[in-house]
């Protein structure tokens, strides 16, 4: 990446008005999205509370207990990953499988986001159209805060690698938008994207999965920051694992970039599971998404992060967090928009 003579100067510390003015032509930030982001975005459940299930409480948060006793099938001290790879293992196509699948997508359908601004919308406007957020989950947040953001200022790219039950795309023309809407090409209704469930050999060659994985490999491979927030790539998912890792080491050995690992569990044990991405010491850790470099550097985060790893000085924060409704948002990052838009229009 370029160094600009600002970003070289004498002093130690970069402050907060020379990132927002003047940012960088610089590689992608990846966000990798799991289930953990979710459930720190909401601590006390969505907007009507309904509660955030994690793989762990599944079953008991979305009510599966009944069903399960009716076909006597065991389901203690087993957690919905597990329980629904053994069922799907015996028979695909059993009335209990088919039966989990339409409880849990109408339960993740039901969800909702509050009004005010949530840690999915901050994640959103502080990243840039050259940034991919690609999550796991199968809850709508992500589209829905993209979906009220947009328009409003220049987002990120999004996907859904495991489907979602907000997304519907057209096979023709390539297009994605809300379930039950239309292509704006063809007119015709929005195929609903297929949620892959927790089996050990998923089927990544779905035509719409498919073309989501595609589009986050080639962006990890360009990236500058890999940001994974609250996603422990279970044994179910061991060829998601190895699909970003073959894309993340495709070009060398990454001693430049950075990993940035948001998660509730103990240090020692997320780097180490995360080792084959991890270079060295080039390695960001928090328990907090507000206390990450995305939020407190907003729309500048790879190069907050360029300053300390390759100048050696200390970056001065400007947190989105601080603001608590949509036009304080907008209003505060509008400098950073009108620096990029400048940026665009010198290339």
Avoid at 167 to 181: A, D, L, W
Avoid at 218 to 247: C, M, R, V
Wanted: net charge neutral; proline share 6%.
């Amino acid at each position: 990446m370029p160094v600009s003579p600002l970003y070289s100067s004498n002093k130690n510390i970069i402050s907060s008005k020379q990132l927002i003015h003047k940012p960088h032509r610089i590689k992608p930030h990846v966000v990798l999205l799991g289930a953990g982001a979710s459930k720190q975005a909401f601590m006390n459940g969505d907007a009507k509370g309904k509660k955030i299930p994690l793989m762990e409480d599944l079953i008991e948060i979305i009510g599966l207990e009944s069903d399960l006793k009716n076909h006597k099938i065991s389901y203690k001290n087993k957690n919905f990953e597990l329980l629904y790879g053994e069922l799907y293992n015996d028979n695909p196509n059993s009335r209990i499988v088919k039966i989990l699948e339409e409880k849990v997508f109408k339960y993740f359908d039901e969800l909702s986001l509050p009004t005010y601004p949530t840690l999915y919308d901050y994640l959103l406007v502080s990243l840039r159209p050259k940034d991919v957020i690609a999550t796991f989950n199968w809850d709508p947040f992500l589209f829905d805060a993209y979906d009220r953001n947009f328009g409003k200022l220049p987002l990120p790219q999004i996907l859904h690698l495991h489907g979602n039950v907000r997304v519907g795309y057209c096979k023709i023309h390539k297009t994605f938008g809300r379930n039950g809407e239309f292509c704006p090409e063809c007119l015709n209704p929005y195929t609903p994207s297929k949620l892959l469930y927790p089996i050990a050999e998923k089927n990544y060659s779905d035509e719409f999965s498919n073309g989501e994985w595609k589009v986050l490999e080639y962006h990890l491979q360009k990236a500058f920051t890999l940001t994974i927030f609250g996603y422990g790539s279970p044994e179910t998912d061991k060829k998601a694992f190895e699909l970003l890792a073959n894309s993340w080491k495709a070009n060398g050995r990454r001693e430049l970039e950075t990993v940035e690992i948001i998660d509730i569990k103990d240090e020692e044990f997320v780097i180490n599971h995360w080792k084959e991405f991890v270079y060295s010491h080039h390695y960001l850790y928090f328990t907090d998404f507000n206390k990450s470099w995305i939020p407190t550097h907003p729309r500048r985060s790879c190069e907050a992060i360029y300053v300390p790893t390759f100048l050696g000085k200390f970056v001065e924060d400007f947190s989105i967090c601080t603001e608590s409704t949509f036009q304080q948002v907008f209003a505060k990052l509008k400098p950073l928009v009108i620096a990029e838009e400048k940026l665009n229009k010198n290339e």
